[in-house]
């Protein structure tokens, strides 16, 4: 194997100021958020509405990630020294990493079901359905712990001794570098390339559209917009830096492997922050926004404030809004 048994001086005890309140403000905000959504998300599956079944993916996902961050804010504090045991920190390791990639895929899913609900009704019929949307759901969670737990072990053994370091990357080698640059366009730039090319094909469809009020196609076009921005912005730099990462591991010889790790450490983990808070903002995008949603968190919370009308210009996702109403041909 390339193992590279190197011990890079690096500032492990910088990252802890501005990691922890990061992992700190994703677990305060995120956990109930997603809780919250949950609770309402669970009428729409009763309701057997397919965009539910996507939706609910992420927020599962965004649960479970959540749940593996005080074990980080503990990895953080002791300056990247991991205290709970190999083992532990390869099963915490494969549930955080496939729950942060699958939670991708399904935001690509939620788009490819917006496009073909909008466009190709008809043609991909057997996808609008419960069953067809849990088998792809299936597929999907099994095809990223696949390649998690794959990629968990190539980095666990590139250092030939258990040295501390929990998947941080510091003792990974060339194996794991091989993997990830083959793995990525899967895992991340793919999902990224199929979610524009979905979004912007309902955006150029609505616009045909003469039939729709300029003023909901400007809602519309601003919430789509919030919904690229939020994922290009905060997902897309950590996946940038760590294939530059990566690819100069490939090129680079192994003396000069700690100069890799040093100037790209910082980077690293400061993007890495920037894509734990997705964790807070996906269920305020794909969630609360949603008119029936809302309309549940209300019953649920027992709220019994008058629904306004200004919930109803917002239902891109919703299966009772502008969807079903104003049907879009090629």
């Known amino acids: 194997m390339n193992t590279i048994n190197i011990t890079c001086p690096m500032a492990f005890n910088t990252t802890k100021y501005f990691t922890i309140p990061m992992y700190s403000l994703a677990l305060a905000a995120g956990l109930p958020l997603n809780c919250l959504a949950l609770l309402a998300l669970v009428s729409h599956i009763q309701k057997s509405i397919v965009l539910s079944v996507y939706v609910l993916n992420v927020v599962l996902a965004n649960i479970l990630q959540s749940l593996m961050l005080p074990?980080?804010?503990?990895?953080?504090?002791?300056?990247?020294?991991?205290?709970?045991?190999?083992?532990?920190?390869?099963?915490?390791?494969?549930?955080?990493?496939?729950?942060?990639?699958?939670?991708?895929?399904?935001?690509?899913?939620?788009?490819?079901?917006?496009?073909?609900?909008?466009?190709?009704?008809?043609?991909?019929?057997?996808?609008?359905?419960?069953?067809?949307?849990?088998?792809?759901?299936?597929?999907?969670?099994?095809?990223?712990?696949?390649?998690?737990?794959?990629?968990?072990?190539?980095?666990m053994h590139g250092s030939e001794t258990w040295q501390g370091r929990c998947l941080d990357g510091s003792q990974s080698g060339k194996d794991y570098a091989y993997f990830k640059m083959a793995t990525m366009s899967f895992s991340f730039f793919m999902p990224c390339f199929l979610m524009g090319f979905f979004y912007f094909r309902v955006l150029f469809a609505l616009r045909k559209k003469t039939s729709l009020q300029q003023r909901l196609k400007r809602k519309i076009y601003g919430f789509i917009s919030l919904i690229i921005a939020?994922?290009?912005?905060?997902?897309?730099?950590?996946?940038?830096?760590?294939?530059?990462?990566?690819?100069?591991?490939?090129?680079?010889?192994?003396?000069?492997?700690?100069?890799?790790?040093?100037?790209?450490?910082?980077?690293?983990?400061?993007?890495?922050?920037?894509?734990?808070?997705?964790?807070?903002?996906?269920?305020?995008?794909?969630?609360?926004?949603?008119?029936?949603?809302?309309?549940?968190?209300?019953?649920?919370?027992?709220?019994?404030?008058?629904?306004?009308?200004?919930?109803?210009?917002?239902?891109?996702?919703s299966t009772t809004g502008w969807i079903q109403k104003v049907p879009v041909s090629q």
């Not at 073909?116 to 067809?132: N, S």
């Not at 995008?285 to 629904?307: E, G, P, T, W």
């Open 230 to 317: 939020s994922f290009f912005l905060l997902c897309t730099p950590y996946q940038v830096i760590s294939c530059y990462k990566y690819y100069c591991t490939l090129m680079l010889e192994n003396n000069e492997f700690c100069d890799i790790e040093r100037n790209s450490f910082i980077y690293i983990h400061v993007t890495w922050c920037l894509a734990i808070l997705t964790t807070i903002l996906d269920p305020l995008l794909y969630i609360l926004l949603l008119k029936d949603v809302q309309a549940n968190l209300k019953d649920h919370l027992s709220f019994r404030a008058r629904r306004t009308q200004i919930t109803q210009d917002l239902p891109l996702h």
């Open 71 to 155: 074990f980080w804010i503990n990895y953080s504090y002791h300056n990247h020294h991991w205290n709970l045991g190999e083992g532990a920190c390869m099963v915490f390791g494969v549930i955080f990493f496939t729950n942060f990639y699958a939670k991708n895929n399904f935001l690509c899913l939620i788009a490819m079901e917006r496009y073909i609900g909008l466009i190709y009704p008809l043609k991909f019929y057997r996808l609008q359905t419960m069953h067809g949307a849990t088998k792809v759901s299936i597929g999907a969670w099994l095809l990223v712990a696949i390649l998690c737990v794959a990629g968990v072990w190539i980095q």
